[in-house]
């Protein structure tokens, strides 16, 4: 068990250019989740998977973002036309389908800054 | 979603316990009460859970009320690694599981 982990660390982008993140769950989690989290706010949910499915998205999730898992596995997050309130932090988490408990694992985070 | 209370700081000694409430006056019959805390630069980790009786593991203790619209995060003996976010959250036994955090509680230990 490796853990949650997400690729780049930190991305500095210019207004207006598009950005691709990547998470990698643990390898035998069914459920992906997405969250953004800006300075001094609690993380916000984005949209989650259940293997290749996605499930739900939020309202926060406008048209400029798509998010994909192809394969059950890894997830993409893609960002088009970035803005300058798209900066933050995009949190990528995993759960089991086997578990009770809910338990989320979290990956440590994309870090996006919009210039 | 049901919401949660919670402070928005808090401060405590090394080595002392720390008691960090959450008041959820509105959960239903089937919302477990999980906390998940975020360490700095760090994605939130999960601490412990329950629904309707105190829950101990090795990070801590959960207690909650009899009625259910409060309840206590308890660590027992506080160390500058806990200093972090900690967050109260409602989850429904038939939801998605999505996590709705709030602003959490900044807990603060003093060396």
């Known amino acids: 068990d490796t853990g949650v982990s997400q690729d780049p660390r930190h991305k500095i982008t210019k207004r207006g250019q598009n950005v691709t993140f990547r998470c990698d769950p643990i390898?035998?989690?069914?459920?992906l989740y997405w969250y953004r989290q800006t300075l001094g706010q609690g993380p916000e949910f984005l949209t989650y998977?259940?293997?290749?499915?996605?499930?739900?998205k939020s309202r926060l999730l406008s048209d400029r973002f798509s998010a994909e898992r192809p394969k059950g596995s890894f997830s993409t997050l893609e960002i088009q036309r970035t803005e300058q309130g798209d900066s933050a932090m995009y949190l990528c988490?995993?759960?089991?389908?086997?578990?009770?408990?809910?338990?989320?694992?979290f990956g440590p985070g994309t870090r996006l800054t919009v210039t | 979603d049901a919401k949660t209370t919670q402070p928005n700081s808090m401060e405590s000694n090394e080595e002392e316990p720390v008691h960090l409430p959450c008041n959820h006056s509105?959960?239903?019959?089937?919302?477990?009460i999980h906390w998940y805390r975020q360490l700095p630069s760090q994605g939130p980790e999960y601490v412990i859970h329950g629904l309707t009786s105190n829950v101990n593991n090795r990070m801590a203790s959960l207690a909650i009320a009899e009625d259910r619209k409060s309840s206590t995060l308890i660590l027992h003996r506080a160390t500058l690694r806990d200093a972090a976010v900690y967050y109260c959250i409602l989850i429904s036994n038939f939801g998605n599981e999505k996590l709705t955090f709030g602003t959490g509680t900044r807990l603060t230990i003093i060396p």
């Open positions: 390898s035998e989690h069914n459920r």
């Open positions: 998977f259940q293997n290749e499915a996605q499930l739900e």
């Open positions: 988490a995993s759960s089991s389908l086997d578990r009770t408990s809910y338990e989320q694992y």
């Open positions: 509105t959960i239903s019959g089937t919302d477990y």
